[in-house]
């Protein structure tokens, strides 16, 4: 079946600009992750949705950040005025519990690049 | 959330089997322990999950010992292809939340 969608798969912008970056997340998975990975790096972690709860949002990085989950589906990441050091690839991941497991499948990411 | 330690960096030729361990001290309960593969410019991918003792699918082995402070991944007769970062992730359906990724384990195959 589809996986995890993720567009679009590279924005170059501005410096001060807004971007929205999209997740289109496997249908019927628990939770939506965002994360974040600059070059060379580990994944850092940023935003999580599940079902209806507050989403966690302790790992954004700045106010600048927001994300929402509209019908418990398709989700947007919002970075406000765009900086330099926001230029990484965004990652998501849909969550899939099976009994007591959970299992993240992650898209392919945006890579942005704010200049 | 149980923190994760594996080695920065691994170096293994084609054909040798490559263990993988990763500590996590700190491991709860209802946690699972998994591992992700990462190739460059793609998002990782499930490997291999595991609870206790030993785990073994198409792709790898999972050994994980009586008090689950470690565990380990076993990728038999690796492949230039089996070139990528490798995250092992504690955690599990008791506590799912915020799932943190440690820095990875950057294996390296050689002709």
């Known amino acids: 079946g589809a996986g995890v969608s993720q567009s679009p798969s590279n924005k170059v912008t501005e410096k001060g600009k807004d971007v929205e970056l999209r997740c289109d997340p496997i249908s019927g998975h628990t939770a939506l992750y965002w994360y974040r990975q600059s070059l060379g790096q580990g994944l850092e972690f940023l935003i999580y949705?599940?079902?209806?709860?507050?989403?966690?949002k302790s790992g954004l990085p700045s106010d600048r950040f927001s994300a929402e989950r509209t019908g418990g589906s398709v989700s947007t990441l919002t970075i406000q005025r765009t900086q330099q050091e926001d230029s990484a690839v965004y990652l998501c991941a849909s969550l899939l519990r099976e009994g007591r497991t959970d299992t993240q499948y992650f898209g392919p990411g945006t890579r942005l690049t704010v200049l | 959330l149980a923190k994760t330690t594996q080695p920065i960096s691994m170096d293994s030729y084609e054909g040798q089997e490559v263990n993988i361990t990763c500590s996590h001290n700190?491991?709860?309960?209802?946690?699972?322990i998994t591992w992700y593969q990462q190739f460059p410019s793609q998002g990782p991918r499930f490997i291999i999950q595991g609870y206790k003792t030993k785990v073994t699918n198409e792709v790898a082995s999972l050994f994980i010992p009586a008090d689950r402070k470690s565990s380990t991944l076993s990728l038999p007769r690796v492949s230039l292809s089996d070139t990528a970062v490798y995250y092992c992730?504690?955690?599990?359906?008791?506590?799912?939340?915020?799932?943190?990724f440690g820095q990875g384990t950057t294996l390296q195959v050689k002709p």
């Open positions: 700190n491991i709860a309960t209802n946690d699972y």
């Open positions: 992730l504690v955690g599990g359906s008791g506590n799912t939340g915020k799932l943190i």
């Open positions: 949705f599940q079902g209806n709860s507050a989403p966690d």
